[in-house]
């Protein structure tokens, strides 16, 4: 039988159908019952153990069905069976592809004998992780929730905080072999009805073989594929997603991964935390400020050093000067060598705290950058004042709300200071502007990326 081809009457062709589809899986679980009708009518349930829930399989359908009274045998006999024995969350099918497809979902599969088609039980389950804390996106005040990688459960956190008929859902499979789940959230009225169209041209007109996580669709979705800045935010917070959905963006929930994209996206979307919206006015401008100096601190220091050191040192105060000058006397490599080979460090040792386990990562991290740090100066490799504007650096870059911007700033960095040590000052000022003139060429779905945003938060509101 083609997968393409519709179920028949007999159970043993089917489940031999559904068996040669799935190649004989192992996980694959088939239980066979008699059905309560006059006389008994043979019947087959199929599904993959360890992606549908026993729990559900057992309450929901093993139970209803041996205990349930006799059904008469008439033509209409499965209606009866589904509506009076059966839960209520269940649907039909007919082909043998759509049977296979609900078993890959976790679902389970009713075969009957003498009818042409199969009942799809939604028994969706098997071990989960449970709604935690962020683990990349902190906050001291604020909800302490965050996604986990159940697609319902991720809807289901945005549907509590936004109790309105207007909250609109749409679902798409996306990948030919992994057939992922993909929803898109949007506040109908709110929404910029040119950007849903572009989102879901996208999307329906995407030939991905396999998406496992919302990167993927990050990358259909780019008006840009080639460029250094993130042009489409990701959070793992309900409440971030919320606030967005009010300003008229669009949420995209791919089924797998706790991480929500956010769009369209502006460059100062990167800037904002969740937590700006809990504290007063004033606090939050303060605190908005000192991440766009921090940024700009984490993009330009070891330029501006490299450059002073290099090429500008009439900008240096006399005495400053002369107590940089001595602290690098006797250091053998020039201002840019320097630089780089404590930056290069540092990103190694922040790497390294990464991916090692927690309870050591964090240790590892800070006693490695303190010892590299102090050593490296004794040794006579770099000056004291590369440490200090190396640190600067990285504490600055740790401020923003933003993983993606912040691996962003660290590439142009490497950028600005060979620029900047090569053609001085006037490279950095030349790279700059060349910088922001892509940004103000960047698009996110049509949207200028340094806009404002959207219409609802030009309005007034807050992402």
């Given at each position: 039988?083609?997968?393409?081809?519709?179920?028949?009457?007999?159970?043993?062709?089917?489940?031999?159908?559904?068996?040669?589809?799935?190649?004989?899986?192992?996980?694959?679980s088939f239980h066979s019952l008699l059905l309560p009708s006059q006389p008994a009518v043979e019947g087959c349930l199929i599904r993959l153990k360890g992606i549908s829930d026993d729990t559900k399989v057992t309450e929901k359908v093993l139970h209803p069905l041996l205990y349930a009274n006799e059904?008469?045998?008439?033509?209409?006999?499965?209606?009866?069976?589904?509506?009076?024995?059966?839960?209520?969350?269940?649907?039909?099918?007919?082909?043998?592809?759509?049977?296979?497809?609900?078993?890959?979902?976790?679902?389970?599969?009713?075969?009957?004998?003498?009818?042409?088609?199969?009942?799809?039980?939604?028994?969706?389950?098997?071990?989960?992780?449970?709604?935690?804390?962020?683990?990349?996106?902190?906050?001291?005040?604020?909800?302490?929730?965050?996604?986990?990688?159940?697609?319902?459960?991720?809807?289901?956190?945005?549907?509590?905080?936004?109790?309105?008929?207007?909250?609109?859902?749409?679902?798409?499979?996306?990948?030919?072999?992994?057939?992922?789940?993909?929803?898109?959230?949007?506040?109908?009225?709110?929404?910029?009805?040119?950007?849903?169209?572009?989102?879901?041209?996208?999307?329906?007109?995407?030939?991905?073989?396999?998406?496992?996580?919302?990167?993927?669709?990050?990358?259909?979705?780019?008006?840009?594929?080639?460029?250094?800045?993130?042009?489409?935010?990701?959070?793992?917070?309900?409440?971030?997603?919320?606030?967005?959905?009010?300003?008229?963006?669009?949420?995209?929930?791919?089924?797998?991964?706790?991480?929500?994209?956010?769009?369209?996206?502006?460059?100062?979307?990167?800037?904002?935390?969740?937590?700006?919206?809990?504290?007063?006015?004033?606090?939050?401008?303060?605190?908005?400020?000192?991440?766009?100096?921090?940024?700009?601190?984490?993009?330009?220091?070891?330029?501006?050093?490299?450059?002073?050191?290099?090429?500008?040192?009439?900008?240096?105060?006399?005495?400053?000067?002369?107590?940089?000058?001595?602290?690098?006397?006797?250091?053998?490599?020039?201002?840019?060598?320097?630089?780089?080979?404590?930056?290069?460090?540092?990103?190694?040792?922040?790497?390294?705290?990464?991916?090692?386990?927690?309870?050591?990562?964090?240790?590892?991290?800070?006693?490695?950058?303190?010892?590299?740090?102090?050593?490296?100066?004794?040794?006579?490799?770099?000056?004291?004042?590369?440490?200090?504007?190396?640190?600067?650096?990285?504490?600055?870059?740790?401020?923003?709300?933003?993983?993606?911007?912040?691996?962003?700033?660290?590439?142009?960095?490497?950028?600005?200071?060979?620029?900047?040590?090569?053609?001085?000052?006037?490279?950095?000022?030349?790279?700059?502007?060349?910088f922001m003139g892509h940004l103000y060429h960047l698009t996110t779905l049509g949207t200028p990326y340094m806009s404002k945003g959207t219409q609802a938060e030009k309005g007034g509101g807050n992402s």
């Amino acid at each position: 039988m083609n997968l393409q081809d519709s179920l028949a009457g007999s159970l043993k062709q089917n489940k031999q159908a559904i068996t040669n589809a799935l190649h004989t899986m192992q996980d694959l679980s088939f239980h066979s019952l008699l059905l309560p009708s006059q006389p008994a009518v043979e019947g087959c349930l199929i599904r993959l153990k360890g992606i549908s829930d026993d729990t559900k399989v057992t309450e929901k359908v093993l139970h209803p069905l041996l205990y349930a009274n006799e059904l008469p045998l008439k033509k209409d006999f499965l209606k009866k069976l589904t509506q009076r024995v059966l839960a209520s969350d269940l649907s039909a099918g007919s082909t043998c592809k759509e049977a296979v497809q609900a078993i890959l979902e976790g679902h389970t599969v009713l075969l009957i004998e003498g009818y042409s088609g199969f009942i799809d039980l939604e028994t969706t389950g098997g071990a989960r992780r449970a709604v935690e804390e962020p683990s990349s996106q902190m906050v001291i005040r604020g909800p302490k929730e965050s996604f986990n990688e159940t697609l319902r459960t991720n809807t289901a956190l945005i549907r509590r905080r936004l109790k309105t008929p207007d909250l609109k859902l749409e679902e798409y499979v996306i990948g030919e072999v992994s057939s992922t789940k993909v929803n898109l959230m949007y506040i109908e009225g709110k929404v910029s009805p040119e950007t849903l169209r572009l989102v879901k041209e996208r999307l329906t007109s995407n030939e991905s073989k396999i998406v496992l996580e919302s990167g993927y669709i990050e990358r259909i979705l780019q008006d840009h594929q080639v460029t250094l800045f993130p042009t489409m935010n990701n959070t793992e917070r309900p409440d971030e997603v919320v606030s967005s959905l009010i300003a008229g963006r669009i949420a995209l929930l791919v089924d797998g991964t706790p991480f929500v994209l956010l769009c369209p996206t502006s460059f100062k979307h990167y800037f904002y935390s969740p937590e700006d919206q809990y504290q007063s006015k004033m606090a939050g401008k303060l605190i908005l400020f000192l991440r766009y100096a921090a940024f700009f601190l984490s993009v330009f220091a070891p330029s501006i050093y490299i450059g002073m050191i290099t090429h500008h040192q009439a900008l240096i105060p006399t005495s400053l000067l002369i107590s940089l000058y001595s602290q690098r006397e006797g250091v053998p490599f020039p201002a840019l060598i320097e630089v780089l080979i404590m930056e290069v460090t540092f990103e190694i040792l922040r790497e390294a705290g990464v991916r090692l386990p927690r309870a050591i990562g964090q240790a590892v991290s800070i006693v490695g950058a303190l010892v590299i740090g102090q050593t490296t100066v004794q040794a006579g490799l770099v000056s004291t004042a590369v440490v200090i504007v190396v640190s600067i650096t990285a504490i600055s870059s740790f401020t923003l709300p933003n993983y993606s911007l912040a691996i962003t700033a660290r590439m142009v960095r490497f950028i600005l200071m060979f620029v900047t040590y090569f053609l001085g000052y006037y490279g950095l000022m030349l790279a700059t502007i060349m910088f922001m003139g892509h940004l103000y060429h960047l698009t996110t779905l049509g949207t200028p990326y340094m806009s404002k945003g959207t219409q609802a938060e030009k309005g007034g509101g807050n992402s």
